[in-house]
């Protein structure tokens, strides 16, 4: 994300008056010392790595026994934007949106695994797909999903595929800036009851 010019990140990163430069050199500093499985030259892997991480984050909320810290839903993934490679690991989070350079918009197929501090020790699995180039990814919380009208009726995940087909078209950064305005328009004025964000990639 650091590479694109005109991205969420480095608009960011400009206004808090940081050197996008700098950031992107200790980044990419800090990737060079994680340890890769063996493999194709330069292919990255999520596998164990990304489980460990969500495993971490479960038993800190375990150690910690707040009230505040209850059970989360992540999303985890690298994407090689050299060769379409995406290794990614899901903990109850809602599955992205896939959208072909064809056209074809879908769900991204995720495994069942339980949200993050459900069960002590769960293993989560990992999973990978080949994405095309030229296609979009839009990675999106459930309060997009669950955002209500006065009337309690939910946004819902029929209506999110509806406005991928209808936006399918879109850059990266229309494409969110759409999708919070078909939000807004839905719920109508009524009070915001979750977080809701919204991230997309493209090429």
Known sequence: MLDQKEGVVTSILKRLGVEVSAVLSDVKDALGRCPRVSGDVGQVYLGNEGNKIIRSAQSWMEKFNDEYISVEHLFLGILDFKNGKFEYCNGGHNPPIIISPNGKTEFLEVKRNLPCGVMEGYEFKSQSIDIC?????????????????????????????????????????????????????????????????????AE
């Open 133 to 201: 180039k030229g296609a979009k990814m839009v990675v999106y919380t459930d309060g997009v999903t669950e955002a209500e009208k006065a009337d309690h009726s939910q946004f819902g995940e029929n209506r999110l595929m509806e406005f991928a087909l209808n936006h399918k078209k879109d850059d990266a950064k229309r494409l969110v800036a759409s999708l919070f305005n078909e939000v807004d328009k839905f719920v109508a004025g009524a009070e915001q009851s979750d977080d809701i964000t919204v991230m997309a990639i």
